[in-house]
């Protein structure tokens, strides 16, 4: 009974930080954490390099429960360790850009922006 | 480091750093490295953003560098091994000389001439689509694309009757059809200092007709079951479904202003169902697509999954 409350104290005081933390580099880079587990991915066929990628379960800081993409960009991302970047099953952590679209695949005589929750600004994934 | 009527020179040897810089420096070694990237086409400075602080933008662009330059981690670091390389490229390869006149204050915001889209790669020239699909000849229509110039590009229509255009950002391109276009489907390329937007795998055309048609527009979208229904304009007899869940297998025909699809029969919904199991919320993208185009921007429809 004491250790869970200890656990319940800790998890109340790491989740505040985290809150606190996250909103205050929201508030001085406009970028957002997420993470997740990599469910498949897709290439950008019109925007060579880049990858959309779906997550399932993505974790944004919400009480509901989501899934979906994020975008992954050699020429923006910055790649942590274990560079397991888009791989099924691989933990992802990180931040993002909300809202920039910049996955375009080809349809029919042209090409449209796949969307996605935002574009990855720094991401680390697991072994 | 010596500004000269507006022209930064690096002489050999004169420069250096004092420190290792990452995400929290400041001071005049960051503006030096903020130049340098800048001058090779590695940073693109936000309008209204001064030198001199050593942001996320920085960080991205010293790793794009280390990348470019084979140092290994390529994380953004600016360490011992990349301070040495950047003063050698310094002394070998003075950073280049920007026009006074133009920059006065040295705003990298006005130093590019083609700005990449966030996320893209910089440098390249892409055409990614024209709208609307269908344009009378000496009607106007917008590119969207990434490395536009703005100051000169060149629009082709079948690799002849160029245009000029310009871009105040980048990414788009207003422009005019030439009037002189006989009615058919032209295959779009722009080109520019960066080169051309050209690409065998990526075939971007608009269609000159006298008589266009609208593509499809979703006003409207809701769900019951499995059934999606959408109300909108544009729709033909053959409309092709693109969505973040996957695409439709076949077309589906409509009466112009209402469509129905079922999102079992997405292409990507069943691999995406197989680990959610009915208890997530995710947000279901939609286009239309038919004979005369596509919807610009795509319906967002919340849905569980």
Redesign the interface.
């Known amino acids: 009974m004491r250790n869970q409350f200890k656990s319940i104290v800790l998890l109340s005081v790491v989740s505040g930080l985290l809150l606190v933390g996250a909103s205050t580099a929201q508030a001085q ?1 406009g ?1 957002l954490p997420f993470g997740g587990i990599v ?2 991915q897709i290439n950008c ?6 990858s959309w990628i ?1 997550f ?2 993505l974790y944004l800081g919400g009480p ?6 994020m ?1 992954y ?9 274990y560079y397991m970047i888009g791989v099924p099953g691989k933990w992802h952590l990180g931040d993002y ?1 909300p809202g ?1 679209q ?1 996955c ?1 695949v ?10 996605a ?1 935002g ?1 990855m ?2 991401v680390g994934t697991n072994y | 480091m010596i500004f000269a009527l507006g022209v930064l020179v690096t002489p050999a040897g004169a420069e250096t750093f004092a420190a290792n810089l990452t995400v929290g420096s400041r001071g005049s070694d960051v503006t030096t490295l903020q130049q340098f990237l800048v001058a090779k086409g590695y940073l693109q400075m936000p309008a209204g953003v001064s030198y001199g602080y050593f942001g996320p933008l920085t960080k991205a662009a010293v790793a794009r560098w280390q990348v470019a330059n084979g140092i290994s981690p390529a994380v953004g670091y600016f360490g011992p091994i990349s301070r040495a390389m950047i003063v050698s490229q310094m002394a070998t390869s003075p950073v280049s000389p920007v026009p006074a006149s133009s920059n006065p204050n040295l705003s990298p915001s006005v130093e590019i001439d083609t700005p990449s889209a966030l996320g893209m790669r910089v440098n390249r020239i892409m055409l990614f689509r024209a709208t609307p699909f269908e344009v009378r000849p000496g009607d106007f229509a917008t590119l969207d694309g990434s490395g536009f110039s703005q100051t000169l590009n060149k629009v082709y229509f079948n690799g002849d009757n160029p245009i000029t255009a310009t871009s105040t950002d980048g990414t788009t391109l207003e422009i005019s059809v030439p009037a002189n276009l006989v009615e058919g489907e032209y295959k779009l390329s722009v080109s520019n200092a960066l080169g051309s937007s050209e690409n065998p795998d990526i075939i971007i055309a608009i269609k000159v007709t006298n008589n266009p048609e609208p593509g499809p527009t979703i006003e409207s979208a809701s769900i019951t079951g499995d059934a999606v229904t959408i109300i909108g304009r544009g729709f033909t007899s053959a409309n092709n479904l693109f969505t973040t869940l996957g695409d439709s297998s076949s077309p589906i025909s409509s009466n112009g202003t209402n469509l129905t699809f079922r999102v079992t029969d997405l292409s990507r919904y069943n691999q995406i169902k197989q680990s959610t199991l009915g208890k997530y919320q995710v947000a279901l993208w939609i286009y239309v697509q038919n004979e005369h185009g596509i919807n610009k921007e795509p319906y967002k429809l919340e849905i569980i999954i």
Not at chain 1, 45 to 50: A, Y
């Open positions: 880079t970028l469910s498949y066929s019109c925007s060579p390099g880049l779906w399932t379960p509901i429960n989501i899934t979906g993409p975008i960009s050699p020429f923006s991302t910055i790649l942590y360790g850009y920039v910049a375009w080809k349809v029919y005589k042209f090409c449209v922006p796949l969307p929750v574009l600004s720094k």
